[in-house]
Antibody
Framework: EVQLVESGGGLVQPGGSLRLSCAASGFTFSNYAMHWVRQAPGKGLEFVSA????????YFANSVKGRFTISRDNSKNTLYLQMGSLRAEDMAVYYCARVGLPAASRGWFDPWGQGTLVTVSS | QSVLTQPPSVSGAPGQWVTISCTGSSSNIGAGYDVHWYQQLPGTAPKLLIY???NRPSGVPDRFSGSKSGTSASLAITGLQAEDEADYYC???????????FGGGTKLTVL
């Protein structure tokens, strides 16, 4: 079964840092681009970051550029999102998602993980 | 303000049909990039509903269909059922932003 499981969410103070992980299973992780998408409470979906299958190309939303980094360890089938200088507006459920086709840099997202909640508050 | 524009809400009675629009611009849908649709049931992660404008993943009922024309796309749901009550999101790629973009979401209420 193709599955993504996020972890690492929690409560962090404004200005703090947090690292999210996304463990993949059931497919050849190194063949697929991966994305992070977030959803603030009661709000819609927002693209956060993307990484190519081999990790050499990354993309970021303007709202997180310079504060977040994305990486992956294909030997561990794991995707990461390092978040820094966190703000109240970063509070959201963070989902990892796989791009639908192998080797594609963009496209549809399937599957999605269950999400991990990041709360930014003092 | 989302890059793709969707109506905040739509509603319909059981058995009826509804459509949800998704309007973009020349840097995303109008540039030829595909549109994809997701269903998000309360308290759950989004689930792929339509990919590549018109294609249904296996397991998605044929009551759901997608279309695209110009700078817009639409999701149609026929034979509404109570379990269709959810939030629906469109997604595409934007060349100016160099990233994926989403609609603001549409809440479907089955009356």
């Amino acid at each position: 079964e193709v599955q993504l499981v996020e972890s690492g969410g929690g409560l962090v103070q404004p200005g703090g840092s947090l690292r999210l992980s996304c463990a993949a299973s059931g497919f050849t992780f190194s063949n697929y681009a991966m994305h992070w998408v977030r959803q603030a409470p009661g709000k819609g979906l927002e693209f956060v970051s993307a990484i190519s299958p081999n990790g050499d190309t990354t993309y970021f939303a303007n709202s997180v550029k310079g504060r977040f980094t994305i990486s992956r360890d294909n030997s561990k089938n794991t995707l990461y999102l390092q978040m820094g200088s966190l703000r109240a507006e970063d509070m959201a459920v963070y989902y990892c998602a796989r791009v639908g086709l192998p080797a594609a840099s963009r496209g549809w997202f399937d599957p999605w993980g269950q999400g991990t909640l990041v709360t930014v508050s003092s | 303000q989302s890059v793709l524009t969707q109506p905040p809400s739509v509603s319909g009675a059981p058995g009826q049909w509804v459509t949800i629009s998704c309007t973009g611009s020349s840097s995303n849908i109008g540039a030829g990039y595909d549109v994809h649709w997701y269903q998000q049931l309360p308290g759950t992660a989004p689930k792929l509903l339509i990919y590549g404008n018109t294609n249904r993943p296996s397991g998605v009922p044929d009551r759901f269909s997608g279309s695209k024309s110009g700078t817009s796309a639409s999701l149609a749901i026929t034979g509404l059922q109570a379990e269709d009550e959810a939030d629906y999101y469109c997604q595409s790629y934007d060349s100016r932003l160099s990233g994926s973009v989403f609609g603001g979401g549409t809440k479907l209420t089955v009356l």
